[in-house]
Antibody, heavy 121, light 106 residues
Framework: EVQLKESGPGLVQPSQTLSLTCTVS????????VHWVRQPPGKGLEWMGV???????AYNSALKSRLSISRDTSKSQVFLKMNSLQTEDTAIYYC???????????????WGQGASVTVSS | DIKMTQSPSSLSASLGERVTISCRAS??????LSWYQKKEDGSVKLLIY???RLQPGAPSRFSGSGSGKDYSLTISGLESEDIATYYC????????FGSGTKLEIK
């Protein structure tokens, strides 16, 4: 069974760095990509970035200067780090699995339950 | 970035009714369009990808169509379990989503 689970602190202070971990099971990170998506309260879904199966990354240009995605394939984990957090970064953060073909690389066919992150002092 | 304009933002329909949600891209996205269902508990499921391909496990009452800039999701026979918010998403990086359609039972 394919599973993704986000973990990390629920509360982060303004100007600090957010670190989230996505632990996956049921598939290999070297076969599938992992995307990060967030949803601020009352707003829509925002794509943050992706760790492609080959190890390269792509980021939302609006977040690129603050965002870093990395992975540890031996532990089946993908990491998100975002610095200089502000209150508008308060959101539910999801990791999702992307497909393996040209047609499905952008398709998120499995989602984690989401991690709630509040930015507040 | 490609902007996705989704309509309506909310929709109230009766059980058994046929429901259609629309999405328009700011440029041609060549059928790279997916639809997702987000429930109140926060869970998200893929329903349709590449415009019209039904994700395994998604109910067959869901269907998608479209081309170029214009796409739609249809639910043929609304069921109570379909109460959710639906999002379209285009497939060129940076990936972008529509603003969502909240579906309620009338």
């Amino acid at each position: 069974e394919v599973q993704l689970k986000e973990s990390g602190p629920g509360l982060v202070q303004p100007s600090q760095t957010l670190s989230l971990t996505c632990t996956v099971s049921g598939f290999s990170l070297t076969d599938y990509s992992v995307h990060w998506v967030r949803q601020p309260p009352g707003k829509g879904l925002e794509w943050m970035g992706v760790m492609w199966s080959g190890g390269s990354t792509a980021y939302n240009s609006a977040l690129k200067s603050r965002l870093s995605i990395s992975r540890d394939t031996s532990k089946s984990q993908v990491f998100l780090k975002m610095n200089s957090l502000q209150t508008e970064d308060t959101a539910i953060y999801y990791c999702t699995r992307g497909g393996t073909t040209v047609v499905t690389a952008y398709v998120m066919d499995a989602w984690g339950q989401g991690a709630s992150v509040t930015v507040s002092s | 970035d490609i902007k996705m304009t989704q309509s309506p933002s909310s929709l109230s329909a009766s059980l058994g009714e046929r429901v259609t949600i629309s999405c328009r891209a700011s440029e041609n996205i060549n059928n790279y369009l997916s639809w997702y269902q987000k429930k109140e508990d926060g869970s998200v499921k893929l329903l349709i990808y590449h415009t019209s391909r039904l994700q395994p496990g998604a109910p067959s009452r869901f269907s998608g169509s479209g081309s170029g800039k214009d796409y739609s999701l249809t639910i043929s026979g609304l069921e109570s379990e379909d109460i959710a918010t639906y999002y379209c998403q285009q497939g060129y990086t940076p990936l972008t989503f529509g603003s969502g359609t909240k579906l309620e039972i009338k």
